[in-house]
């Protein structure tokens, strides 16, 4: 793996939050490929075998190519984990099969964005190694239909360097602010 994608890795990842990893992840990422019909990139591959199943620090978020319909003003985005050869909800098999019929052979899911929406990694043709990002809420029903997919980065290596420290501003409109206050609190 790219010693500088490493540092970068060491410096998002949530160390804290351990995941418990399968045995035999190398034939998991064969079951994937097979599954998919091609080779996920090398970097991707290296990925998952060290640092997929992790979660990401608070406040370490990215700058997409193209904003999606939910992405900020500040234009920051972010993560809340990777999914990974793992034990738990966040196992990538299982993701896999949950999404394939909605997505197709095309992209694959590697990472769960706010709100139920995915970060997707190309499979093939023109999508090959590019990261998007998927909005459920408009989802597509075929590789020909209108698509929902809005592009990250140009490769998983140039994704995972767009994560930076960002802290989003979240501003609050005090007109929209409803007080109910109880009638036994009132009455002192």
């Not at 998007?132 to 029903?141: A, C, L, Q, V």
Request: proline share 3%; aromatic share 14%; glycine share 6%.
């Amino acid at each position: 793996m790219n010693k500088m994608i490493k540092q970068k890795l060491d410096e998002i990842i949530d160390r804290e939050m351990v995941v418990s990893k399968k045995e035999n992840a190398y034939k998991s990422i064969e079951t994937i490929e097979r599954l998919y019909g091609v080779d996920l990139p090398l970097d991707y591959k290296e990925f998952l075998l060290e640092f997929g199943g992790s979660f990401i620090k608070e406040n370490r978020m990215y700058q997409p190519i193209e904003a999606t319909p939910v992405t900020p003003e500040d234009g920051f985005d972010s993560i809340g984990g990777f999914y990974g050869i793992t034990n738990n909800a966040y196992n990538i098999e299982s993701i896999i099969q949950t999404y394939k019929a909605t997505l197709g052979n095309i992209v694959m899911p590697i990472a769960d964005a706010d709100g139920g929406d995915l970060i997707c990694i190309g499979l093939k043709d023109k999508y090959r190694d590019k990261i998007y990002y998927w909005y459920h809420e408009d989802e597509t029903s075929g590789e020909d239909e209108k698509e929902y997919y809005y592009l990250i980065a140009n490769s998983f290596e140039e994704f995972i360097s767009k994560f930076s420290f960002h802290e989003s501003k979240k501003s609050v409109n005090l007109n929209d602010i409803e007080l109910f206050l109880d009638d036994d609190l009132l009455k002192d």
